[in-house]
């Protein structure tokens, strides 16, 4: 009976040891796969996307100080609300990446950002919103260190 008890014990430790070996494992699978072997990434956009039907949004008039819409409660004024929505949320994502300097904005309002959007895509008008907000960054990185 005294030799039942040792065993008992190194059996324990044992199930313990494949447990956790076995949840690291696990953990491994979990991760995702390197950028190189992932598919295409994929945007959630709102329901205008594209630049042509983007650039039917520059009828609604925006307040400058109050960044508010003078508009009726049309659905070209929520189509509106969700694409500054939708920016604010993608700029808000670049922010957090360990490689921006986390504004990459540069505190630009609202009202700018989508009238620089619509000066984009009438100048691309077959790229979507997705390109324009990326080349937005880059041309408010462009000029940020241009002017230091």
């Known amino acids: 009976m005294k030799c039942s008890r040792p065993i008992i014990a190194l059996g324990a430790i044992a199930i313990l040891l494949i447990g956790v070996s076995g ?4 953990a491994q699978t979990q991760q995702p796969p390197p950028p190189a072997n992932r598919g295409p990434s994929m945007a959630l956009c709102p329901v205008r996307c594209k630049c042509l039907e983007l650039l039917e949004l520059e009828k609604i008039k925006i307040n400058p100080q109050t960044n508010g819409i003078i508009s009726d409660g049309s659905e070209l004024a929520s189509n509106y609300l969700g694409v500054a929505g939708w920016l604010q949320g993608f700029f808000t994502a670049q922010n957090l990446n360990p490689r921006s300097d986390g504004n990459v904005t ?5 009202y700018q950002i989508m009238g620089w959007i619509f000066s984009y895509c009438r100048a691309h008008p077959s ?3 997705v390109r324009a907000a990326i080349e937005f960054i880059i041309a408010v990185q462009r000029d940020s260190t ?3």
């Open 146 to 148: 241009t002017k230091r």
């Open 127 to 129: 790229d979507d919103l």
């Open 106 to 110: 540069k505190e630009a309002k609202t």
């Open 23 to 26: 949840n690291a494992c696990f």
